[in-house]
């Protein structure tokens, strides 16, 4: 079993659907979750990132975490063709700054016009 | 001019060659890593640097080597490539705060 799991999809969507994006994990020690998305062609960029459990919200984007479920959540209200990318889970242990993470397998999203 | 530059973008190259991907930073971070991704799989790390002495295995090194020839500059080798090795390979620093800032990506096809 992986470490940290996510539905690959592809998950399709018309334009202004709310898109919920999960993954699970089994290692209690994770502390550090983040967001990436990676467009075609390009490397992930970090899109959001949370310490322990709770809610952050930027813009359109919100991200979850229940670690008494080991699962968290990125939510994208009023979705936009631009939205249209990969979008990797990815979680770390201890310090946040050791560039040591674990990556979900990513979900390809589609925002049709 | 991008803050983490790979070459080459793209390689195809035969089983038994050596290989080497380059990469370099701009941003002044003395953290660098190469990851690798393949379909399904996500990203994993290979190898991983703290600063120009400090060179640590990651997840999957069997099969790599690399080389930190400067705090901007880290190459990732393979010796004698096999055709599992066929992927995405990306280079990245990390940020105080944490956040990877990576590379667009060096595509290898083993034959």
């Known amino acids: 079993q992986k470490e940290v799991e996510q539905d690959p999809g592809p998950l399709s969507v018309p334009e202004g659907a709310i898109v919920s994006l999960n993954c699970t994990y089994s290692?209690?020690?994770?502390?550090?979750f983040m967001w990436y998305r990676q467009y075609s062609r390009k490397g992930p960029e970090l899109l959001m990132y949370t310490y322990s459990s709770g809610n952050k919200e930027d813009g359109r984007f919100t991200a979850q975490v229940d670690k008494s479920s080991k699962y968290i959540s990125l939510f994208i209200r009023d979705s936009q063709p631009s939205d249209s990318a990969t979008y990797l889970c990815?979680?770390?242990?201890?310090?946040?700054?050791?560039?040591?993470?674990?990556f979900g397998q990513g979900t390809t999203l589609q925002v049709k016009p | 001019d991008a803050d983490v530059t790979q070459t080459p973008r793209n390689r195809i190259t035969k089983t038994g060659k050596r290989i080497m991907l380059e990469c370099s930073q701009t941003?002044?971070?003395?953290?660098m890593y190469w990851y690798r991704q393949d379909p399904g799989l996500g990203l994993r790390l290979i190898y991983y640097s703290f600063d120009v002495k400090d060179i640590n295995k990651g997840e999957i090194s069997d099969g790599y080597s690399v080389s930190r020839q400067a705090q901007a500059k880290f190459s990732l080798s393979l010796e004698s490539a096999i055709p599992n090795q066929t992927a995405l390979y990306f280079c990245?620093?990390?940020?105080?705060?944490?956040?990877?800032?990576f590379g667009e990506g060096s595509r290898l096809t083993v034959l």
């Open positions: 290692n209690s020690a994770f502390q550090y």
């Open positions: 990245a620093t990390v940020s105080n705060t944490g956040e990877l800032f």
């Open positions: 990815a979680m770390s242990v201890g310090s946040s700054n050791t560039g040591k993470l674990i």
């Open positions: 941003k002044g971070h003395d953290r």
